[in-house]
């Protein structure tokens, strides 16, 4: 993709919890967002997700993001669809349709993507920041 791009950072991490952000950047031809790795490990749960429209060249308005595991599952179960292009928002994972907040449990690495159906906007920006707390094994 032409000028398209997707940065995972780790934003900090510390005593069992880090935040992962991602920044990215939609190709200026047709909209698409690189796949990006998210660096959790085992024992690690997802507990919270946020998204930051772009400040400039915001993105099509209800766009999609999952954060999958090795399986290609969503781990927000579908939370982080339909994002808006003008607010910030967060959500938690769901849990097969359940209300409620949950935290998700992964063994490896994730990845973030973003449909490319959903993003249309050339050149659009956007920002994701992902919770996550390590938990001790029993």
Not at 7 to 14: D, G, H, P, Y
Not at 31 to 56: R, S
Not at 61 to 87: M, P, W
């Amino acid at each position: 993709m032409a000028n398209a791009s997707t940065v995972v950072t780790t934003l900090w991490e510390s005593a069992g919890t880090a935040a992962f952000y991602i920044a990215w950047t939609g190709d200026d031809g047709n909209g698409n967002v690189d796949d990006g790795t998210i660096p959790v490990g085992q024992g690690w749960y997802v507990v919270l997700g946020a998204t930051v429209p772009g400040a400039v060249t915001v993105p099509t308005n209800l766009y999609d993001i999952t954060v999958e595991d090795e399986y290609g599952v969503d781990v927000f179960g579908g939370s982080l669809a339909n994002r808006s292009s003008t607010a910030s928002q967060q959500e938690p994972p769901q849990n097969s349709g359940e209300t409620g907040q949950f935290s998700r449990m992964v063994s490896g690495p994730l990845t973030f993507k973003i449909a490319d159906a959903s993003q249309a906007v050339n050149s659009a920006t956007g920002e994701c920041i992902i919770y996550c707390e390590k938990r001790p094994s029993k």
